[in-house]
Structures are given as C-alpha cells and as structure tokens.
C-alpha cells in the first residue's frame, strides 16, 4: 500500500478510488470502471476517474486487465475466473427468482450477496432479498422455508433466502459502508418499482455512493394466483378478507414464534448476524460484516 510521503501526492479523487478497491480487497474482488465510479464517496465523472486509474496504473497504485481495475494482481485474475461461472448462475438465478415470486406474501425478490456483484466463487450461495407483503415477514418465510426443506432437501446452494422486509418497513437499522454496498448492489428479479421505494426509505445509500443513480419506485400490479387468494383488497373486492386476515395474521404469529426462537439461538454464535423484529428476518450464521467493517476502517484513506 501507498506510504505517507506517496499519500501527499494523491489527489482526493485518487484517495477515493483506492478506498473503493480497498474495500473490495477484502473479496480479492476486482472491478469495473462504472462499478468503481458507482461505489465512489465523491461525486465525479466517469471519464474522471479513468483517467486517475490511469495515472494510478503508471505510478503502480493501481493493476488493471481486461478493464478491470484492483489493487492486486490477484484480484484481476479471480474475477475474471469467477465471470464464466456467474453467467450460469445468473441463469440459474433467474428461474429460482420466478418461483420465489409466485408464494404468498412475496411483493419483490432480488438478488444480493456476491453474485448481484458477479463475484460468486465455488462455494457462493445465491442469496436473496425478499420484500413482502405488510405484516407477512415470517409467514413468508415459513412458505419458502418449507418449500425448500421438502423439495430442495434443505440445500441452499441455490436458493438462500437470507433476508425478509416488511413492504411498509423498508427502512434498515444498520447503515454503513456494508450495507450500503449491498443494497446498491440489488439485482430486481422481480418488482423493481418496489426496489425504487426501498431505496426511498434508505437514503444513506446515495449519501455514502453520490454517483449512484437508484430504480425509480413505481407501483406494480400482481395479478399472480396466490397474490388474488391470500390478498384481500376492498377497493375492488379481489382476494378473501377472512384468509388474509384471521387465519394470515394466525399463521403469522405462528411463524415469527417458531423462527425467531432458532434463529436468537443462532444469532448468539461468534460470526453470526441477524435483524429479528416483526419487520424483518434476517440471519447470517457466518456473516463477514464486521470483519469487512474493521478492515476497511483500518485501512481506507482519510
């Protein structure tokens, strides 16, 4: 890394471009020009930052191959190792996405994790973001958890539903630089009017990426067979008001009961992460925020 009489000479744009491929050192995860200029903390152009790449490669700050840009040689070739493999996953990706989106109470899903950054190596799960409808969080949840128990024999290979928010409570507890990164990162597999409004309710994101241009939210209509039989709407009297709201708000206390017991449990582990509410259910047994926190925080530039 640069030393302190090399940091006089760095511009403030050089300092943040290095912050951004620092952060995605962690992952040995190397990056495009747009991706770079999306994930910056200073508002600038594209052809700006190119041309500090540049300067950077002839000063040997900075690697590049292929126009991808990182700070080790390492990183340029996992990427490129990793493109193929994310092709197919995307793919895969895709078909789970229309599944997910045809159970009850799902309004949205998108892709997060690695892959949504096309960084997934062998071991990558594909993970996704659910949004759902208000006040079916975890009867969301036991639907999908159940599907993919029975059917998937509990693999999550290919299908790890990791992270549920309510459509009414879209605004998240934690905002720093990790989830920041994770929600610019979103790939709408389904509703993207409803990822425009999550970015709505989360405008600490523009504030750590100004060149980041979120999904606009509009409204979007479901006309998907469990969306008429356990939605009731009275305005034109589609779907059955007793299902939604009797045996909907039964199942959903049931199943906020049932998880939240295993997953406080779980959360008490050493790597683990959670969000726990009656909102939001997410749980990461081996989550990497802290540790990408600190090493970020250790060595960013100032």
Known sequence: MTGNNELKK????QKAIINVLEYF???NHSLYLDEIHKYLSLRASQK???ENLEEMVSTG?????NGLWALKVKSLDVRLDNLKRNARLLRI???MGWIIRKFPFVKGVYLSGSLSKLGANDDADIDYFIITKNNRTWSARLFLTAFKRIFLRNNK?????????????????????YTAI?????IALYNQGLLGKFYEKNPFIQDCFPNFIPQKAYSFADTSFFTRIFTYDPSNGTGNEVTDNFIGNWIEKKARKIFKRRMLIISQTKYSDSEISEYSSGL???SVQNKVLNNYNEKKLV
Not at 10 to 13: A, D, N, P, Y
Not at 61 to 65: E, G, L, P, Q, Y
Not at 182 to 186: D, G, I, Q, R, V
């Open 93 to 95: 990706s895709k078909r």
């Open 284 to 286: 990461w047994p081996n």
């Open 25 to 27: 050192d962690f992952f």
């Open 48 to 50: 700006a930052v190119f």
């Open 182 to 186: 994770e929600s610019a990162s979103l």
């Open 157 to 177: 290979r290919y299908f790890c539903i990791n992270f549920f928010l309510d459509e009414n409570h879209l605004e998240l507890n934690k905002k720093n630089i």
């Open 10 to 13: 760095i511009t403030e744009l």
């Open 61 to 65: 700050h900075v690697f590049t191959k």
